[in-house]
């Protein structure tokens, strides 16, 4: 390189001078208006400045041998890797050296051969001719190499390597709001990894070793203004990369019909995929790729937002459309916890999406996903909204078999149970709607003597959600046609609200007062039940004649019969329904016992003389026995039993 | 007049009565004034379309973006037309239940086709990087072999990527490129480094020709009672849809475009369809012109860009130094013109993402509301 510096200042000064002095007077020649001497003075001027020009032509013919000498060598080193098989970078960094120094040199060389313009020489239009060629086949070679450096240490991931990152939820809440059934799969949670050091997460898409060599072309490509040529070849390979990394999280590329149309399983499979491999799109992915467009091109200017903006683009908006198909289907209840973790997601990233994006050529990415959150936003409202009406209008015809706890009453509770988890997010979103609620029920009296967690937005709009389902389950009670069992019903199904909330973070949002007033309903449903079955058959055994001591013979005996057959019908029907709750059915039992069987063997023990086996059918053993089969949910007849009075 | 004087008299109530149905024929005559309005606009606006300036060219950026700016302004009157003060229950009933979910129907797949599009920019955008290079090559006096050479490169890629068959753009790339693992082919003709496939954003299946087939797919014009209430700006409305969709298809780089219709069916006689007609044959006897021949689609900019590329493609094979003084002059002539389209791109193909991005929200939001209109029409009456 020194070589070619010292080569040309040598002709460099004269050839200036006089091409300088030859132009002016050439200039001065064609003015028009010149007198006939001053013209000849010129034209004079302007042949000696003719020959002195042949002759340094001729003397830089020869000033112009050192370049073509310099020319020639540099020449052998480029070329000589034009018939290579072998990639330069492959085989070793001598060569890469010499390579990139031969690149540098041709074009030290075209600057110095250009700076002579103003003269014009056949010579040095030649040289400047070659030392172009020569220029190009290096860059066309040096983008060649570019691309399979990159091609070549392509890093690949796993997903597991971001095991922390995606596993939210482990198992899903796939239960539809129409199929009712069982009990929902219990969701681990695992929370505690949302952290939002996104610098944890950049990895090195490309070996860091590597980096230095792909700065070094970018670097000459750069200087010989072939950096659009460097940017497209960097784009096209890292596209490709990103849509491997891509496609090894498993999104499928599905249309906004086919979203629209899909079954719900596979609709919240997509949509935990989605949340997942936004995270790490964004947090590994996306983060990563950034701060290699920035180790890469950050000297040349805006380039290396431009190329991350252009890399990019193609998979966001796929991982956008998705989003927005998720936003505009229908709202159905079920979709409420995961258009929750997608809405949480996306605010989550939304910041380092505009840290990302942060100048023009990204404002579209950023318009973008700032809309969907907007969006997502609304479609949980919505979906909120609708989980709220479904809980509401849910209609039944038949009266629930047993009056156990209903396939709602499971449903709700175990999917608000959830909400907690997203209590800030709820609060956030629900908060304008805050006022409807509190009008919407009555008995709420948000924030008076509550805590903080139970006037939040959320817990109003829990507690309308279960008073609305409260509602619903009054109105399921009137289907069935025994009073007793109405209370039944309403008596399961209220306490496994209260169990619900007490097991869960749901007591927080409930608080003390509605668990106090909740107990104290379904223990009344309690009595009620007590009232309206046992009332009339204590009724019998009552005496209604307390002067006397003992009641006639014939009287107790009907008596006792009245109260057999009343018994035994109680025990039929009685030992077809059922309280799921072993404690709430022992609890139920022992205080039916303690009325029943008291009464009974107080009417024993008041007629002593006429107790004999034909008239008292059930003894007062018997009877306490018989109560404990009651509300087990399988129909038995106390006239076929084993349990009958034997002779 | 004033019903109070009548009221109570058996007279009154008839009059009552009458005054009623009077406002409803009132309403009724509102509506059909609107409706032609409405068909008065899609009239003009299509006729100004179908004349176009020097500026605007059929299918170039500019006037795409005007037809999408017609697309917005049609499909806003129309919601107007048809949800404003609108009692839903009207739209629930036939045949309104047959035809509103077959507009959203179509709309969701307009919607598809907007994601292809605003894909197929990108493609476009790709392009004019490339010429950008090739320009930047030929802009150099002299022009030497070097910067022929750099040019020529730049072209043949630009060239592969306009006649990439947009049905597997990735296989074509994979069989270019296998030379980079490791071998380096001698082959100077080679594409370069810089090509880049279309990443398309669907299923692989998935394809614009087959999406504007099934949205042109039972569209019927309304006949008889119903041609000339509500069912025809429906009508309309659809058809505007189907057309903008389809001429950006043939417009912009989209996957999979073989078999893309060049026909819908529009009766000759509806007022309103002249102008849009008139563009639909226009349009369609190009496509068949270029079905066969290379994909890039035919927006003006491109085609315009394919020449002049060609062009000098053919100048730089022929190229031998110093170079024909007359060839030289055409060259020029040609990197002017490169020049000029890649300015028009590169201010206009922004804008036009972003008119295909407006349009893809403005119909996710008039679908919205169309669906709340018929949600609150299957609620039960309180």
Same mark, same amino acid.
């Given at each position: ?76 080193? !480029? ?24 690149? @540098? ?72 709001? @129409? ?45 010989? @203004? ?84 252009? !890399? ?123 006022? @409807? ?100 058959? !204590? ?109 | ?382």
């Amino acid at each position: 390189m020194d070589e070619c510096q010292s080569a040309i200042p040598t002709v460099d000064g004269d050839l200036h001078v006089v091409a300088a002095a030859h132009h002016i007077v050439k200039a001065l020649g064609t003015t028009k208006n010149l007198s006939d001497d001053l013209r000849k003075i010129l034209i004079d001027l302007d042949a000696h400045l003719s020959t002195m020009t042949s002759n340094i032509d001729s003397k830089g013919g020869k000033g112009f041998f050192g370049v073509e000498e310099q020319l020639k060598q540099v020449e052998r080193k !480029i070329m000589i890797w034009e018939s290579e098989q072998m990639m330069i970078w492959d085989s070793g960094p001598k060569d890469t050296s010499d390579y990139l120094e031969a690149v @540098d040199e041709v074009q030290t060389l075209i600057d110095g051969l250009r700076s002579l313009s103003v003269y014009e020489n056949q010579k040095r239009k030649e040289l400047l001719r070659r030392a172009s060629s020569l220029l190009q086949m290096a860059m066309s070679r040096l983008e060649d190499e570019l691309i399979h450096m990159l091609a070549k240490h392509r890093q690949q991931f796993e997903p597991k390597y971001m095991s922390c990152l995606s596993t939210r939820w482990n198992v899903v809440y796939n239960e539809s709001f @129409d199929s009712l059934e069982n009990e929902p799969a219990k969701e681990t949670s695992s929370r505690n990894c949302t952290s939002n050091e996104s610098s944890e997460y950049i990895v090195d898409l490309v070996p860091a070793h590597v980096i230095p060599d792909i700065k070094s072309i970018a670097k000459v490509m750069f200087a010989s @203004d072939y950096g659009q040529e460097f940017c497209e070849a960097f784009i096209g390979e890292r596209k490709e990369a990103l849509e491997q990394y891509f496609a090894v999280l498993k999104m499928g590329k599905l249309s906004i019909g086919d979203v629209l149309q899909m079954e719900w399983t596979s609709l919240s499979n997509e949509m935990n995929k989605w949340t997942r491999s936004m995270k790490i799109m964004f947090r590994v992915y996306l983060a990563s790729e950034k701060r290699l467009c920035d180790l890469i091109l950050g000297e040349f200017g805006s380039f290396n937002s431009f190329c991350f903006v252009e !890399i990019s683009k193609a998979t966001l908006l796929c991982l956008l459309n998705f989003g927005e198909a998720v936003a505009m289907g229908p709202h159905q209840p079920e979709k409420l916890l995961r258009l929750l973790d997608m809405y949480e997601t996306l605010s989550d990233i939304v910041l380092d999406i505009d840290a990302l994006f942060s100048d023009e050529a990204g404002s579209f990415v950023r318009t973008e996903f700032h809309g969907l959150l907007e969006r997502l936003a609304g479609s949980v409202k919505e979906s909120f909204n609708i989980f709220r009406v479904s809980v509401s209008s849910n209609k039944s015809v038949y009266p629930f078999p047993g009056g156990g706890v209903h396939p709602l009453s499971k449903y709700v509770m175990n999917y608000i149970r959830m909400f907690p988890e997203y209590c800030n997010t709820l609060n956030l979103l629900l908060e304008d709607r805050h006022s @409807d609620a509190a009008n919407l029920v009555t008995e709420l009296q948000c924030g008076r003597n509550a805590s903080l967690s139970t006037s939040c937005p959320m817990a109003c709009h829990l507690r309308s959600i279960t008073s609305s389902l409260e509602s619903n389950l009054h109105k399921k009670s009137k289907l069935y046609k025994d009073e007793a069992l109405q209370h039944i019903f309403l008596m399961n199904n209220i306490h496994y609200m209260v169990q619900k909330v007490k097991d869960s973070e749901l007591r927080h949002f409930f608080g003390d007062e509605w668990m106090r007033k909740h107990n104290a309903k379904f223990q009344q449903h309690e009595m009620n039940y007590e009232r309206s079955t046992w009332s009339s058959v !204590i009724s019998l055994l009552k005496d209604d004649n307390p002067g006397s001591s003992s009641l006639s013979k014939s009287t107790f005996k009907e008596r006792c019969k009245a109260f057999g057959i009343a018994f035994e019908e109680v025990y039929k029907t009685q030992t077809s329904w059922c309280i799921p709750d072993p404690q709430l059915r022992e609890d139920l039992q022992i205080s039916t016992s303690l009325k029943v069987v008291h009464a009974y063997r107080t009417f024993l023990g008041r007629n002593p003389a006429h107790v004999d086996e034909k008239c008292v059918k059930h003894t007062v053993e018997d009877v306490e026995k018989s109560l404990l089969d009651l509300f087990e949910g399988s129909p038995r007849s106390l006239r076929n039993s084993p349990r009958r009075v034997k002779p | 007049m004033n019903a109070n004087e009548y009221q109570g008299s058996f007279l009154g109530r008839i009059s009552i009565r009458r005054n009623q149905v009077v406002v409803m024929d009132a309403i009724h005559e509102q509506e059909l004034e609107d409706i032609e309005l409405f068909q008065k606009h899609v009239s003009d606006r299509f006729s100004e379309l179908s004349s176009p300036s020097d500026d605007d060219a059929v299918l170039s950026i500019s006037w795409l973006c005007k037809l999408l700016d017609v697309f917005l302004c049609c499909e806003a009157e129309f919601e107007a037309i048809l949800l404003m003060d609108r009692d839903p229950y009207q739209l629930s009933k036939p045949p309104f239940d047959r035809l509103i979910p077959e507009l959203l129907d179509r709309a969701v797949k307009a919607l598809d086709i907007c994601n292809a599009v605003t894909n197929g920019v990108e493609s476009v955008r790709h392009c004019q990087k490339l010429a950008e290079i090739a320009i930047s090559a030929l802009d150099q006096k002299p022009i030497g072999d070097g910067e022929v050479k750099r040019a020529k490169r730049a072209l043949s890629t630009l060239m592969a990527a306009i006649n990439l068959d947009d049905k597997d753009g990735t296989n074509a790339k994979s069989t270019e490129r296998s030379w980079s693992f490791g071998r380096r082919s001698g082959n100077k003709d080679r594409v370069a480094g810089q090509f880049r496939s279309l990443s398309w954003q669907v299923a692989k299946n998935w394809s614009a020709a087959k999406q504007i087939q099934s949205t042109i797919y039972n569209l019927v014009a309304p006949r008889g009672a119903e041609a000339s209430g509500l069912p025809s700006p429906i009508y309309t409305m659809n058809v505007i849809m189907i057309f903008v969709m389809w001429a950006l298809v043939a417009a912009i780089p989209c996957q999979e475009r073989t078999g893309l219709p060049t026909h819908f069916p529009v009766p000759k006689q509806l007022n309103w369809a002249h102008s849009l007609i008139g563009l639909q044959e226009k349009i369609a006897d190009e496509w068949k012109k270029k079905e066969k021949k290379g994909m890039a689609g035919l927006l003006d900019e491109m085609q315009r860009m394919e020449k002049s590329a060609q062009s000098l493609i053919d100048f730089t094979d022929s190229f031998q130094f110093p170079g024909d003084a007359e060839k030289l002059q055409e060259a020029a002539g040609h990197v002017a013109e490169l020049t000029e389209i890649c300015r028009i791109m590169e201010q206009g193909l922004t804008p036009l993402q972003m008119h295909i991005r407006e349009v893809f929200h403005r119909i996710v939001r008039s679908r919205t509301e169309f669906l709340d209109v018929l949600e609150k029409a299957s609620l039960p009456v309180i």
